[in-house]
């Protein structure tokens, strides 16, 4: 049997890939803490994205139809329109998590808060079941594309690593919605 790459070295982008998006550090967390990397890290992991995120670089998210889209260009960066309306400016830390300064006008947007809650709901149901937090973090998901499923297992390893460190991990995720306050990007 012949194999078209018998050396392997097809592997060696992918691997390279990879070790690009593991966590450069693991820092200790609060369960509110915890809850809050989680919620914002699957919000940008939903986000289509066109390009390999990497760490430092200021992203924006916006509400398109009916998801988000990661983009390298602020508002102010548009020649014609910017694609929806901001949710906020993003960054992927050096942990492989992820923060997000919501946008000073977010209130003041009922279609995009309201998409936000929609979306807290769902990540409140996805936890609303059984299993502990590290049986739902997305070590592998299948359905994402090729880099969304790399920071997807580059925030699971952080997450699932920062829990031991702060002893927070084997708890029901269950548990973890009834002990902590829910994240919340709105007031």
């Not at 390893?157 to 994240?183: C, F, I, N, Y």
């Amino acid at each position: 049997m012949t194999t078209s790459n018998p050396q392997g070295k097809g592997l060696v982008p992918v691997l390279s890939d990879w070790q690009g998006m593991q966590p450069a550090m693991i820092r200790r967390r609060s369960a509110q803490q915890v809850l809050r990397d989680y919620f914002v890290g699957l919000l940008v992991i939903s986000a289509e994205c066109a390009f390999q995120p990497r760490r430092g670089v200021v992203y924006f998210m916006y509400r398109v139809k009916d998801g988000w889209r990661l983009s390298l260009l602020s508002p102010q960066d548009w020649s014609i329109r910017q694609p929806g309306p901001l949710l906020g400016e993003c960054h992927l830390l050096e942990d492989m998590t992820w923060s997000l300064t919501p946008a000073a006008d977010l209130a003041e947007q009922p279609d995009l808060v309201a998409a936000l809650e929609a979306f807290q709901q769902g990540f409140v149901e996805w936890l609303d079941t059984d299993g502990t937090l590290e049986d739902h973090l997305p070590f592998h998901v299948r359905e994402l594309p090729y880099y969304r499923r790399l920071v997807a297992a580059g925030l699971a390893r952080s997450l699932k690593s920062s829990m031991a460190e702060s002893g927070l991990d084997a708890k029901a995720s269950r548990v973890w919605l009834q002990t902590s306050d829910l994240p919340r990007l709105t007031s």
